[in-house]
């Protein structure tokens, strides 16, 4: 996930900050995800209404509130076995 720049004006933003407020002034700043985009409203529309004290918690709103498209192929995992009683797919080595 790469913030575009967005990171220094999270920096400068004054806070406390609530995610409306930060949103009205940030909220069409795209941030480029591993399959896509979002944008910053986007993803904090989906964390609900929170209150910010300072740039880091902006920071995590943000790293945690993107979609499924930040990541690389869903439910995928190539290090978990399968639960004990439970059938899954054969282990392959690349």
Do not use: K
Request: net charge negative; glycine share 10%.
């Amino acid at each position: 996930m790469r913030l575009n720049g967005l990171g220094d004006a999270i920096d400068r933003h004054e806070y406390p900050t609530s995610s409306t407020d930060f949103a009205q002034h940030y909220g069409d700043e795209v941030i480029e995800l591993q399959n896509g985009e979002e944008t910053v409203a986007e993803i904090l529309a989906r964390l609900g209404d929170e209150t910010y004290t300072c740039p880091q918690d902006v920071r995590d709103a943000l790293f945690t509130g993107v979609g499924h498209e930040a990541i690389g192929r869903r439910y995928y995992s190539d290090r978990d076995p399968s639960p004990l009683g439970e059938d899954g797919p054969e282990m392959v080595s690349f």
